[in-house]
C-alpha cells in the first residue's frame, strides 16, 4: 500500500485515498494502544497524502477489535488505538479538524472470531471518509 500511496495522481479523491488506506494492517501489540514501529513509515506517508485533500474533508479513524476479552474493555482499547492514530498523523502535520476518532470494539466483525485469521481481521483500524 506504500506503493500505491505515492502513486497517487494530484487532485485524487478523499475516498481514493481511504480506500487504499484499508487495504494496509496497523498490527497493534495485544492490549496495547502504542503505534507500533512498523507502522511509522506507513503513517508517515499517509499524512503527507492527507495534508493535500480539500479543506474540509473529514475523515473517521476507527478502530476494531476482535471478541477475545472483555467487551467494554475491547471498546475502549479500540478508541484508544483510534485516538493514539489520529494523534500520530497530527502530530505529522495533518490538521486535526480533518479527523474524527470512533471506537467499535467487536461490534462490527469484517470475518469470523472462530480462527486466528479471522480474529487478526477484525483487529483492526480503518479509514471513512466522512465528507468531502
Do not use: C
Request: hydrophobic share 40%.
Amino acid at each position: 500500500t506504500a506503493a500505491a500511496l505515492s502513486a497517487l495522481k494530484p487532485g485524487f479523491a478523499a475516498k481514493e485515498l481511504t480506500n487504499i488506506l484499508n487495504q494496509s494492517i496497523i498490527n497493534f501489540p495485544t492490549a496495547s494502544a502504542e503505534v507500533p514501529d512498523e507502522s511509522k513509515a506507513w503513517l508517515i506517508t499517509t499524512a503527507e497524502q492527507m495534508k493535500k485533500l480539500p479543506s474540509g474533508t473529514l475523515i473517521e479513524i476507527s478502530g476494531h477489535t476482535d471478541n477475545v476479552g472483555d467487551e467494554a474493555a475491547n471498546l475502549q482499547l479500540s478508541r484508544q488505538r483510534a485516538d493514539a492514530v489520529r494523534q500520530f498523523l497530527v502530530d505529522h502535520g495533518v490538521n486535526a479538524t480533518a479527523l474524527t476518532t470512533a471506537g467499535y470494539g467487536s461490534s462490527k466483525p469484517n470475518a469470523g472470531n472462530d480462527s486466528f485469521d479471522g480474529r487478526f481481521k477484525n483487529r483492526r483500524i480503518e479509514f471513512t471518509v466522512k465528507n468531502s
